[in-house]
């Protein structure tokens, strides 16, 4: 099948970046670009962990953020189906390795780390794969795990560790932000609605986590 797309100029095609392609890279090399990606990433967090002022410092090490990127590398490479699954779940456990190694995490909190990793980079990727599609029930599902995960998560700052932390107000503000960003038209309200449901719902779930890693 052709591309009916016009060809980038020349100038356009030398400038455009590994990661960002008009052709989608090769399953291996998208998996690769994750695996090095991720584990990039998360000494980027490390770092800015320690550089960050307080409170901000906080959101260097947030796993909803962390899941951004995992969406991130599978919207930039244009990975769908099994492959977006494989690269979130992929990317989030490379940068999750990476952060426990350099943090020198216990054992039990390293091995908890990599399964909620690989989890949320699962779902992540398969919410940021359908981005692009026009079916009400896509766009509603991916405003609920972009925005109501991250947004859930910035609502259990705000109600369990510090009401006044701005921090957390600002990921509640990004959460919903994301969720208006993905619906369109007449939806936009229903994709807000959903991830300030998917929100109040993780509350519970936010709560569990914290629990699990001090248990």
């Not at 989608?24 to 770092?47: R, S």
């Not at 940068?95 to 690989?118: D, E, K, N």
């Not at 519970?204 to 986590?209: F, G, I, K, V, W």
Request: with cysteine; glycine share 12%.
């Amino acid at each position: 099948m052709t591309d009916r797309r016009d060809p980038a100029p020349p100038d356009a095609a030398a400038n455009r970046s590994f990661l960002v392609t008009d052709k989608p890279h090769t399953p291996a090399g998208t998996l690769a670009i994750a695996l090095c990606g991720g584990a990039l990433l998360g000494a980027v967090a490390w770092a800015l962990a320690a550089a960050l002022p307080f409170p901000w410092h906080t959101l260097a090490t947030t796993s909803a953020l962390w899941g951004l990127v995992a969406a991130g590398f599978v919207i930039l490479q244009r990975a769908s189906g099994t492959l977006a699954v494989a690269t979130g779940a992929l990317a989030l456990l490379s940068m999750t390795g990476t952060y426990a190694l350099l943090t020198q995490a216990p054992l039990r909190s390293a091995v908890i780390y990599l399964v909620v990793g690989a989890m949320a980079g699962a779902l992540f990727g398969l919410a940021a794969s359908v981005l692009s599609s026009t079916r009400w029930q896509d766009q509603t599902f991916a405003a609920g795990v972009l925005g109501g995960i991250v947004g859930g998560e910035g609502l259990y700052g705000i109600a369990v560790i510090d009401s006044a932390g701005p921090q957390w107000w600002t990921e509640l503000a990004l959460g919903l932000i994301i969720a208006a960003l993905i619906g369109r038209g007449r939806r936009r309200m229903l994709s807000v609605a959903t991830a300030a449901m998917v929100a109040a719902l993780l509350l519970s779930a936010y709560s569990a986590y914290d629990s699990l890693m001090v248990g």
